[in-house]
């Protein structure tokens, strides 16, 4: 009997160290697989407030403490402009443009595996590896296939629908196959600093803001009429920027006795400046039946057919939804099988063929039969 032993020694890993459990047991997974494992944390947005005080200093700090742990090198990265160039500029241009942006799907096709594989190519890396929930196969001819984490509760393969193959063909995602509590349960098992760590929340990298005044910082706010559809007054808004379709208005226009159903947003007419409401959580100015999207990305380079049947997902919290894709280029007209809820241009379509995540694009403009819905 041959028996194979692979030396994984000779292959260069650059982890993605945030300072959190994820990628603390990734690089902990990697170095007892027996790669050679090098840790770098990034540091892409400057937080330091009024006091001086910058959670990034306090992660890096749990970098340095988790890398002594498991006995790797580590380094620390600034992508500060880079962030700011490829990622925040693109971010307010679409509130600007009175969408809604995804910046998490923009980081990580910019930033964690664009300037950071980079830089991880320049250490010499033969991969790099992050602690997200999504995992990687590769078919017998060498293509790389997205599969969703095996965490239905954790799945990020949504955030990760821009990768190309080439950058996939340089990725690893070891706790893919995981559940979130054996994660925690084998950082605790090792003894690691991060192991209760809570898990981070807010704008990617930037964090938990107020967001309306983190917003109007960089955004001047121009307040303007609420209208509904029929063309009736109800209030004034403070800035289109600062609404997402389908969100409760909360603008203190409660309904009368008769009809108290609450008031959601449900389009904007930017030229107007004006912002559109509907009464009722299900109102039919919300439900959509078909999107345009842009920006078409396949993993494996390639679409299944020009029409095909699969599932997306609009949002990242959300279940599947069947739906038929016509592509054409790398624009999409996706119809649903049935109407679907608050669909926001800005956000990401994502395909699914069972658990392989096929890739996604950015919506532009939501349908209800024909009816182009939103305004924007
Ligand atoms: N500041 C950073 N420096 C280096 N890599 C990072 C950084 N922030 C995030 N990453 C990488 O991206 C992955 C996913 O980031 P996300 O913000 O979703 O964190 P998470 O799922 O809470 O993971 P973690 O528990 O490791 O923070 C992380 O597991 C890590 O590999």
Known sequence: MMVIVLDNSKTRVVVGMSGGVD??????????????????????????????????????????????????????????????????????????????????VMCNKEIKFKAFLDYAEELDADYIAMGHYAQLTTDENGVRHMLRGADANKDQTYFLSQLSQAQLAKSMFPIGGMQK??????????????????????????????????????????????????????????????????????LGIGGNSENSEPWFVIGKDLEANVLYVGQGYNNPALMATSLDASGMNFFTGAAPAQDFHCTAKFRYRQKDTGVTVHLDGDQATIEFDEPVRAITPGQAVVLYDGEECLGGGTIDVAYNDARVLQYV
């Not at 209208?227 to 289109?240: A, Y």
């Open 23 to 104: 990628s603390s047991v990734t690089a902990l997974l990697l170095k007892q697989q027996g790669y050679d494992v090098v840790g770098v944390f990034m540091k892409n947005w400057d937080d330091t407030d009024e006091n001086g005080v910058c959670t990034a200093t306090t992660d890096y700090e749990d970098v340095a403490k988790v890398a002594a742990e498991i006995g790797i090198p580590y380094y620390a990265i600034n992508f500060e402009k880079e962030y700011w160039d490829r990622v925040f500029q693109y971010f307010l241009a679409e509130y600007k443009a009175g969408r809604t942006p995804n910046p998490d």
């Open 181 to 250: 509590p054996a994660v925690r349960a084998l950082a605790e098992q090792y003894g690691l600093a991060t192991a209760h760590k809570k898990d981070s929340t807010g704008i990617c990298f930037i964090g938990e803001r107020n967001f309306k005044q983190f917003l109007s910082t960089y955004l001047p706010a121009q307040p303007g009429k609420m209208m509904t559809v029929d063309g009736e007054e109800k209030g004034t808004h403070d800035g289109l920027m600062y609404y997402t379709i389908g969100q409760r208005s909360g």
